[in-house]
Structure formats: C-alpha cells, structure tokens
C-alpha cells in the first residue's frame, strides 16, 4: 500500500464532507448533516466534535482491514509483500495514522475547500493525495432507522471515466449522527491507480 492509495482510501470523507453535507443542509437532523459538523469541528480546531461526529479508532481499523482484504482477494487469496507487511505493521500503521488525524485537526492543518468539486491536500483521514481531487456525484441508496443509517454516495476521481459507490454507516448518539464505518473502497483505491498510470 503507498502513501497515495493509503491517502485516497482515507480521504473519501473530505468528498463527502462538501457533496453529501451541503446537499442535506437545512435538514438539520439528518445524517449528512454529520458532514457539516465535520467541516464545522475542523474549521474550529475542535477535536471533541470531530471524534462525535466519526469513530476514528473504528473507521480506520476498517479502512485498514478492508485494504488488506481487497489485496488478499485480487491476489487469489495470498498476501504480497507489501500487503502482508502491512497487515504485521497494522497496529502501529492504525496509531500512527490516528495521532496523524489528531495532530491535523488540533493545528489546524486540514483544510476543506467549500466548493462541490474537491482537489485538496488534506492530512490523515481527510486526505485527498497531493493534488489529487474527487467530485461528489449524488447519493445512490439511503436507509435511515431510528438509530442506524446507511448511505451510499457516487463519487468520480479525477481523471476517471468510472464513478464509485462509497457506502457511508452511521449511529445515533445523544450528540448526533456519528460515522463508524466505511465501506467499498477497494474499487475506489483501484480507479485512483488507474486515474495515476493515465
């Protein structure tokens, strides 16, 4: 896994932070919403709000997992090198990146563009790679419950011609709507890769 695709696979919420956040705006008890208190928590240095509004401990357990998998899976079942490197590293690999998620919130270092079309440089789970973007193409499937959601969102990278299914898990919490899972990004990884060797 390299830097960039670990960067792609993690920063698919900064795509939806804008897309998925903006087009719920006014519906102020709605998990999209959750997307504008991310931007919101960010904006303001507010780590507190950030980790109510997403599980990290839990979201990149699973951006890890499902990486790991996904390899597994297109190598007929076998880990590569750089994949069964990953999966021995993976406890330090998910502590430093969630210090990295820390760090950048609390010093201000994300920053998130407010416009539909995305193309920034944004650190640990926020991170679109360097000059790299997405855009946010619509909502596909929504279930809402009174205490779970499921979204899926479209997002086409840049230099795709393919756009991505990003399925978002939500939970109500006494604060809002928290994201604790997000799923489908292997094929996300693949159409980055694909959108560098163009």
């Given at each position: 896994m390299?830097k ?20 719920f705006y ?16 960010i904006?303001?240095?507010?780590l507190?709000?950030?980790?109510e509004?997403?599980?990290?401990d839990q979201?990149?357990?699973s951006v890890?997992?499902?990486y ?9 079942g076998?880990l590569d ?6 999966a021995f590293?993976?406890?330090s690999i ?10 950048s919130i609390?010093q ?11 193309s920034a ?5 926020m991170?679109?790679?360097?000059g790299?973007g997405a855009?946010?193409k ?5 279930k ?6 499921e979204i899926?969102?479209?997002?086409q990278l840049?230099?795709a ?7 978002v898990?939500?939970r ?7 994201i604790?899972?997000?799923?489908n990004?292997g094929?996300l990884?693949?159409?980055?890769v694909?959108?560098?060797h163009?």
């Amino acid at each position: 896994m390299n830097k960039k695709t670990v960067q792609i696979l993690l920063g698919v919420l900064v795509v939806l932070l804008i897309g998925g956040g903006a087009y719920f705006y006014f519906q102020s008890d709605t998990p999209e919403m959750t997307f504008i208190k991310i931007k919101r928590s960010i904006d303001n240095k507010d780590l507190q709000t950030f980790n109510e509004c997403v599980d990290v401990d839990q979201v990149v357990n699973s951006v890890i997992d499902q990486y790991i998998a996904y390899m597994t899976t297109k190598n007929n079942g076998e880990l590569d090198i750089a994949t069964g490197l990953i999966a021995f590293m993976r406890p330090s690999i998910i502590e430093m990146v969630k210090q990295e998620i820390r760090n950048s919130i609390e010093q201000g270092k994300i920053e998130i563009p407010t416009e539909m079309s995305i193309s920034a440089e944004v650190l640990g789970l926020m991170t679109i790679a360097n000059g790299d973007g997405a855009n946010f193409k619509g909502t596909k499937d929504r279930k809402i419950s009174e205490n779970q959601a499921e979204i899926t969102f479209v997002l086409q990278l840049d230099g795709a011609t393919e756009t991505n299914d990003v399925h978002v898990k939500f939970r109500k919490t006494p604060t809002g709507w928290q994201i604790y899972d997000v799923l489908n990004l292997g094929p996300l990884a693949d159409t980055y890769v694909k959108t560098q060797h163009q």
